[in-house]
């Protein structure tokens, strides 16, 4: 990217995540209110991720995922609990704490998806030129994202046709062509909801593991 493209990119970073984290907030809090409600002891999940040029950084999530740590609840409570995680997790609703690490310069709002250090060396194993998707930023959404690539990898296909969006997108990127994802990001929870619907439906092409509990990627 030139260095032009690069100074408008991070000028639209500080810009548009400030002002989200300001019109959001009110969001925030009360999505924090109901996962505390919901038994989450701490609704916030840090986790390490691997970023620009393989550089570690601590992402910030809404923990959607229940663990040892979460207060007991009745079965009623269990039940809201569990559709509250799936909402948050199908919406994308989980990811607006990043908002944070785009400000601190940790992320980007549009680039490739950062990936845990466990699946960052399982993936580099698998597909010979993984680690070129660490050129850029990590996004909050993305190319991938975009084309259906989101949530869990749970196969080689589905694996390598992430990697090509991400790549896709490295070559592509301009201001205009991140506008143009980030307004699509607005829709991706409908069609997402929609290919929940249809997931057991047979296709040919490696389709996103929907069915599937959301692994933290």
């Given amino acids: 990217m030139f260095d032009h493209n690069r100074s408008v990119k991070r000028a639209c970073d500080i810009l548009f995540a400030g002002v989200g984290l300001l ?16 038994g989450f002891r701490n609704p916030l999940f840090l986790q390490k991720r691997v970023g620009f040029e393989g550089r570690i950084f601590v992402i910030f999530k809404f923990r ?22 799936s909402i948050l997790r199908i919406t994308g609703l989980d990811e607006l704490p990043q908002f944070i ?37 990590p996004g909050m ?23 090509a969006c991400d790549l896709e997108y490295i070559d592509r990127q301009t201001p205009l062509f991140d506008c143009a994802i980030l307004i699509r990001t607005v829709a991706l929870p409908f069609r ?11 296709h040919r092409a490696p389709q996103p593991c929907l069915g599937r509990d959301r692994r933290l990627v």
């Fill in 64 to 85: 959607t995922l229940r663990d040892r740590t979460c207060r007991p609840l009745s079965a009623r409570g269990l039940r809201f609990a569990e559709t509250l995680s």
């Fill in 23 to 38: 019109v959001l907030f009110p969001v925030l809090m009360i999505i924090a209110v109901l996962l505390f409600g919901s």
């Fill in 192 to 202: 997402t909801l929609a290919r929940y619907r249809s997931q057991r439906q047979p």
């Fill in 101 to 137: 690490n785009v400000l601190r310069g940790d992320m980007s709002l549009v680039g490739p998806r950062p990936h845990s250090l466990a699946d960052h060396h399982r993936f580099t194993k698998h597909i010979p030129d993984y680690t070129a998707r660490l050129a850029i930023k």
């Fill in 141 to 163: 959404t993305g190319w991938a994202q975009i084309q259906g690539w989101r949530g869990p990898v749970c196969s080689t296909d589905h694996l390598k046709a992430r990697i």
